[in-house]
């Protein structure tokens, strides 16, 4: 008998599948930091302008911050499985992407993130959206999400670990999490 877990990810990579998301998904090839014109979204705010003093605080506490998910749901040598669940006006805080990854959106909502470069964006997803990134060793993005909308907010990402532990990696630390 499968997991639970297990069983959920097959059944969404089914529904996936069967709906060709995977072939509409978007592949972003970031530069270091990542290309932020190339993201999802509208471009609501630049140059800080929106950002309060905690937004602010929690980018420069947790610029190194790898824990990209609400809780991390399974993991080997090969992919971190994360989930994301955030009711309206939650927020995930400030988190660096710098492992390849995928997320797949399990709900459709709207999120609200802020960017290293002091931008802001609207990002509006339905349910089965995906959105691909590869980053090279050197590359992140760093940003956090804020559920904008009415409803839950739901995401499952999968990040590839490198074979060969980079140093980028080794200096991340997952923080502000817990260990369900």
């Known amino acids: 008998m499968r997991s639970t877990v297990g069983h959920f990810l097959g059944d969404l990579f089914e529904h996936l599948q069967s709906n060709d998301f995977f072939e509409e998904g978007t592949t972003l090839n970031a530069e270091s930091p990542a290309d932020v014109r190339r993201l999802a979204g509208v471009l609501s705010s630049t140059k800080f302008a929106d950002w309060s003093d905690d937004v602010k605080r929690d980018f420069s506490t947790n610029s190194q911050n790898s824990r990209i998910g609400s809780k991390l749901l399974s993991t080997n040598d090969r992919v971190r499985v ?9 927020r995930l805080g400030a988190h660096r ?6 997320w797949v959106a399990l709900t459709s909502g709207c999120s609200r993130q802020h960017l290293e470069d002091g931008s802001t964006r609207i990002i509006t997803y339905v349910a089965g959206d995906t959105c691909h990134f590869d980053f090279d060793a050197a590359e992140y993005l760093l940003h956090d999400l804020e559920n904008v909308g009415d409803g839950v907010l739901s995401f499952v990402t999968v990040e590839f670990l490198a074979r060969d532990k980079s140093s980028h990696e080794s200096n991340l630390t997952i923080m502000n999490g817990d260990s369900e």
């Not at 994360?82 to 939650?90: A, F, Q, T, V």
């Open 82 to 90: 994360w989930s994301i669940n955030l009711e309206p006006g939650e």
């Open 97 to 102: 992407h710098a492992l390849s990854y995928f």
